[in-house]
């Protein structure tokens, strides 16, 4: 059973607009979740984290949304930059423990200039 | 800053051979993991460590085994390599105060034939 899923396999924006990454989790006991972002042969990098006692957190561009009753987050990336062209990971604790991290599949995100 | 490494960045082998993919971390991070990457699933837990020789399990474990006889040294063994197996594999550390946050290393592209 997935525990953090992320539905949209793809996203095409222009430069300059809103780009919306979501993410869907299962496990209302989580109490933190990040995002990562990840380029071509690459390791994935740490983007912005949101902890359960906040429904916003932002970081320049990047504003990350949660939802807790409907458990959903989303990352919001504003205005989207060409650079910002990569996968976008959603992630949780699992629920072996807080020092494990599950992952959702992932978004693809395309930026055209 | 934390600095991890893998070796080698890539390897083809053939099926039924032994592979051995290394992990160092350059601190004494006590929590280490290792991933695989694949398209469709994004990232999945294969094992994990939490102290030198104490490691687990994770979601996709099966061929797969571990050894950490260094704090900083992680070490993952496919006994004999199938063609499932050929992913692109992360290393990780936990960081950040409560070890919640897990920093990556540049992967290590593995071709199974």
């Known amino acids: 059973d997935q525990q953090v899923k992320q539905n949209s396999p793809s996203l095409s924006v222009q430069e300059g607009r809103i780009s919306i990454l979501n993410c869907d989790y299962t496990n209302s006991m989580f109490d933190y979740f990040l995002w990562y972002k990840k380029y071509p042969a690459e390791g994935p990098t740490f983007l912005i984290s949101?902890?359960?006692?906040?429904d916003k957190n932002e970081d320049g561009r990047f504003t990350v949304f949660l939802n807790k009753s409907a458990k959903h987050l989303s990352l919001h990336i504003v205005p989207s930059q060409p650079g910002d062209s990569a996968v976008y990971f959603c992630?949780?604790?699992?629920?072996?423990?807080?020092?494990?991290?599950?992952f959702g599949k992932g978004t693809k995100l395309t930026v055209n200039p | 800053d934390a600095g991890i490494t893998q070796s080698p960045r890539h390897k083809v082998t053939e099926t039924g051979t032994p592979v051995t993919l290394r992990c160092h971390q350059t601190e004494n991070h006590r929590y280490m993991y290792w991933y695989r990457q694949d398209p469709g699933h994004g990232l999945r837990l294969i094992h994990y460590?939490?102290?030198?020789?104490?490691?687990d399990k994770g979601e996709v474990s099966d061929g797969y085994s571990v050894s950490r006889s260094k704090t900083e040294d992680f070490l993952l063994t496919l006994e004999s390599a199938t063609s499932s197996q050929t992913s692109v594999y992360f290393c990780a550390i936990a960081v950040g105060r409560s070890d919640n946050e897990q920093f990556f290393g540049p992967g290590t592209r593995l071709t199974v034939l």
């Open positions: 460590s939490y102290g030198v020789k104490d490691t």
């Open positions: 992630a949780g604790p699992s629920q072996g423990g807080s020092e494990k991290l599950v």
């Open positions: 949101i902890s359960s006692i906040k």
